[in-house]
T-cell receptor
Framework: GAVVSQHPSRVICKSGTSVKIECRSLDFQATTMFWYRQFPKKSLMLMATSNEGSKATYEQGVEKDKFLINHASLTLSTLTVTSAHPEDSSFYIC???????????????FGPGTRLTVL | RKEVEQDPGPFNVPEGATVAFNCTYSNSASQSFFWYRQDCRKEPKLLMSVYSSGNEDGRFTAQLNRASQYISLLIRDSKLSDSATYLCAAKLYNQGGKLIFGQGTELSVKP
């Protein structure tokens, strides 16, 4: 079964609204969560790295005030797209690194993605 | 220059063909490498890790050349079900598991 969930899986909103996307690890605690964005026919672009209890680290060119990341617990990170515009329409995917001792970074732990459409 | 670059696609091949994907990386601090498969509107799925000695998993063979900063994926006897986008990825050393992806190459296997 899925070990990482994202909610919602799909969202359509009006321009100017804010959208919150949740990424949850279901059967393990997560040291680190990464947020990616993917435009149609393009690659996954890393947006930010989220560590529990500390501020997220954003990649160059990603506006931290536009994309708010909160990693409040070891199983949940949220990405809020503030004042969304049509150009923010994209596929947002989280990737999770488990904290469990003895487990190394496992590249398989991706969330199923959230498709955002801003009208 | 992008950190990870892939061959542009799409690749359209007949069933049974052998197809090769190539990828170069610019950051010599890249620690490990992977090939992912991504189906339309889905998250990427790990296909295989790539080792310097080369590794094979059934019809799939991956190679890494650290001197040339180059990785490859070979698919033999391609099946219709292999149609997908293939992405290479590099994990950077000492950056908390950060994974950087290439732009992906779309493969379409035709009957």
């Amino acid at each position: 079964g899925a070990v990482v969930s994202q909610h919602p899986s799909r969202v359509i909103c009006k321009s100017g609204t804010s959208v919150k996307i949740e990424c949850r690890s279901l059967d393990f605690q997560a040291t680190t969560m990464f947020w990616y964005r993917q435009f149609p026919k393009k690659s996954l672009m890393l947006m930010a790295t989220s560590n529990e209890g500390s501020k997220a680290t954003y990649e160059q060119g990603v506006e931290k005030d536009k994309f708010l990341i909160n990693h409040a617990s070891l199983t949940l990170s949220t990405l809020t797209v503030t004042s969304a515009h049509p150009e923010d329409s994209s596929f947002y995917i989280c990737r999770v690194i488990p904290r469990r001792e003895g487990r190394s970074y496992n590249e398989q732990f991706f969330g199923p993605g959230t498709r955002l459409t801003v009208l | 220059r992008k950190e990870v670059e892939q061959d542009p696609g799409p690749f359209n091949v007949p069933e049974g063909a052998t197809v090769a994907f190539n990828c170069t990386y610019s950051n010599s601090a890249s620690q490990s490498f992977f090939w992912y498969r991504q189906d339309c509107r889905k998250e990427p799925k790990l296909l295989m890790s790539v080792y310097s000695s080369g590794n094979e998993d059934g019809r799939f063979t991956a190679q890494l050349n650290r001197a040339s900063q180059y990785i490859s994926l070979l698919i033999r006897d391609s099946k219709l079900s292999d149609s997908a986008t293939y992405l290479c990825a590099a994990k950077l050393y000492n950056q908390g598991g950060k994974l950087i992806f290439g732009q992906g190459t779309e493969l379409s296997v035709k009957p």
